[in-house]
């Protein structure tokens, strides 16, 4: 999995989704990160490589040269014209992409160009958004609750986007353009904490990157991610929760016998 970081002094969302991202299984992690955050991202990194990025294009050759089953647009990557361009760049590659923060922020003004990107993608690679409350109303601004309940709303933006929808919060709704959907109730308000959401977004590009199908490395996703949270308690940060990840993934193949 590769995952893209912001420049120096707001690389560590990136970090997070990354970390998470291995934790999850995805056995080889990559840091896509712009030359002036290389020093800031080694000196917190051991088992993530890092690799200099330092616009869209370089990004494009990156993923094409490399065998990258998924990778992870957003967390501190800045509202800009950068970030719109390396979406684009990732969009356009072979790999899962998930799209979360920034990555929604950028399109903001513009939701229709991110639309009409993700519409140009085989169907066998999936795009996943992951927008908090008030991303999702500016991606889909008529989605209010006048249109309907949660679920009705996150169904019409995932057929309208064409991507899977995960709506963040205490009630998350995970929704597919077939039509499919599923509601999550296992979300503490624990986390309700800085990075929890770059965590979140990491854990489900790790499971894309294992061969997982979008809708249910969401859904997947968004379980393990309430599941680290519940167990464990209150003084949860976003940092605690990739290490939590191996035990509840250990608990779920023991009850599985896998």
């Known amino acids: 999995a590769r995952v893209g970081s ?3 002094g707001a690389s560590g969302a990136a970090r997070l989704g990354a970390m998470a991202a291995l934790r999850a299984g995805a056995g080889l992690v990559t840091l896509a990160s712009p030359p002036g955050a290389m020093a800031e991202n080694a000196a917190h990194l051991s088992a993530i490589m890092l690799h200099p990025c330092d616009d869209a294009q370089a990004l494009g050759r990156v993923l094409a040269a490399r065998k990258i089953r998924a990778c992870l647009i957003g967390p501190g990557a800045g509202v800009s014209g950068a970030t719109r361009a ?41 795009a996943i958004l992951t927008p908090h409350d008030g991303e999702f109303a500016r991606l889909f601004p008529d989605l209010g609750i006048s249109f309907g309940s949660k679920l009705e709303r996150v169904r019409e933006a995932s057929r309208r986007s064409g991507a899977v929808v995960v709506l963040k919060g205490s009630d998350t709704v995970i929704g597919a353009g077939d039509g499919r959907a599923a509601i999550n109730a296992n979300a503490p308000a624990t986390l309700a904490t800085a990075g929890s959401g ?3 977004a990491g854990i489900v590009a790790g499971l894309l990157a294992q061969g997982m199908a979008g809708f249910e490395a969401a859904c997947a996703g968004v379980w393990l991610h309430g599941e680290a949270a519940r167990g464990f308690g209150p003084g949860l940060i976003a940092e605690d929760l990739p290490a939590l990840l191996p035990g509840v993934m250990g ?4 009850k599985l016998r896998l």
């Open 6 to 8: 912001g420049g120096a």
């Open 86 to 126: 390396n979406v684009r760049a990732a969009l356009g590659g072979t790999c899962h992409v998930v799209l979360d923060a920034d990555a929604l922020g950028a399109f903001a003004q513009a939701p229709d160009a991110l639309f009409a990107a993700i519409a140009e993608r085989s169907k066998e690679m999936s």
């Open 198 to 200: 770059d965590v979140l």
């Open 251 to 254: 608990h779920v193949a023991r």
